[in-house]
DNA sequence: GCTATCTTGGACTGGTCGTTCCAAGATAGG
DNA sequence: CCTATCTTGGAACGACCAGTCCAAGATAGC
């Protein structure tokens, strides 16, 4: 009997998520949100809550669809180092050009905005996922005698997830990729057994 | 003739500092700077401008008696990478206790923040004087021997300057700094000409 | 086509935003 | 003490904020 929405709340939640990605939470506002999607106040307080909870749930959205890609393709990546070098790689050409260029990484930006509790438990989950990838990928460089003698993996594959929120973070400031590049290659040709 | 101001501008603007440093400045209003300072908006606007100034004041008061000494003191300590991990351990232990406690880097939120030229214009003077100061820790740890052969110094220095980046963007969410500490210790660990 | 139910547009709320303005107050040279 | 000059308190500004509300519109089972 009931009316049925006139619009796809996945679709329009992507366009709220490259929104608040782009411009940051604080600085975005509702009316914002209403001329992007095309959306009316009602509808959208009625499908997603407020803002915070919209922001929240962009932000998971991002984390699943833009971040965990990334980190999958990393674990899909059996070649050790040359993944993760790999997935530096891409990082920094996502984050300096192309559509979302200087947007930095949404899950990045949010670890500098809010203690809001629910953001913080997608920030750990979101952290804790690179850093497993990056373990994995580490385990198989060590497998295939890549790595150095003596590496602590668990503690390499943190150092290596912090750096990434660092290309994330200065990517948005507008830092050059040659220069972030040299950076993430830096730290991985430390690891190497043969070093350059 | 004139009269004279009834306050000290740089100590009102500490005050201002601490407040966008904890706060951020698009979360942070003037009526809160009027609230913590005891001045009116009058005096506020007549000494400093509007927000957007009175924040890249405040911004640029942090890198210089903030950020400054703290890369001084890693610049005075000749150690080399001693000096270094010095440097981190000093970092998590601010970023993590005392009184500035998980309010980040204030110049480190501000990549994640604006656009605004002046402001990216302070940040970058920041990230290249802890780059060169960086660089010349490691010049120092190579000529002890300290260094692992054939690594490049001038990447390894932004390397390291964006794994500082991480440790306060995660510090402000929260990390814990065991965690912290055990991933700066790895990627000073892969410098290591004697590594484990 | 009627009706119960949900959705939608958009006016409206009280509050807060950054900023401006001016009269009253403070100051120090004359 | 007078007065020119700057500072100060605080009221006021229009714009915008997130959020609410309700009548009008759309829907689908009957």
Redesign the interface.
């Known amino acids: 009997m009931p009316d049925v929405k006139h619009f796809d709340p996945d679709a329009v939640l992507e366009q709220v998520e490259r929104l608040f990605w782009q411009r940051?939470a604080?600085?975005t506002g509702i009316a914002e949100v209403v001329a992007a999607t095309g959306l009316s106040r009602s509808s959208l307080y009625a499908t997603y809550g407020g803002k915070q909870d919209l922001y929240v749930r962009a932000l998971r959205r991002y984390v699943e669809e833009r971040s965990q890609p990334m980190f999958q393709a990393l674990a899909d990546d059996g070649r050790g180092l040359p993944a993760v070098e790999a997935f530096f790689d891409r990082l920094i050409r996502i984050r300096c050009a192309g559509e979302h260029a200087?947007w930095?990484c949404m899950a990045?930006?949010?670890?500098?905005?809010?203690?809001d509790p629910a953001v913080?438990q997608v920030?750990?989950q979101h952290?804790d996922r690179l850093r497993t990838t990056m373990r994995a990928a580490l385990e198989a460089a060590d497998a295939q005698g890549q790595l150095?003698?003596?590496?602590?993996l668990?503690?390499?594959a943190?150092?290596l997830?912090?750096?990434?929120?660092?290309?994330n973070?200065?990517s948005?400031?507008?830092?050059d990729p040659a220069?972030?590049r040299?950076?993430?290659?830096?730290?991985l040709?430390?690891?190497r057994r043969d070093?350059?």
């Open positions: 940051g604080a600085t200087r930095g990045t930006n949010a670890n500098a905005e809010g203690a913080r920030l750990d952290h150095a003698d003596g590496l602590d668990d503690a390499t943190e150092s997830t912090l750096l990434a929120y660092g290309v973070l200065r948005r400031a507008g830092a220069t972030l040299m950076g993430t290659s830096a730290a040709d430390s690891l070093r350059s």
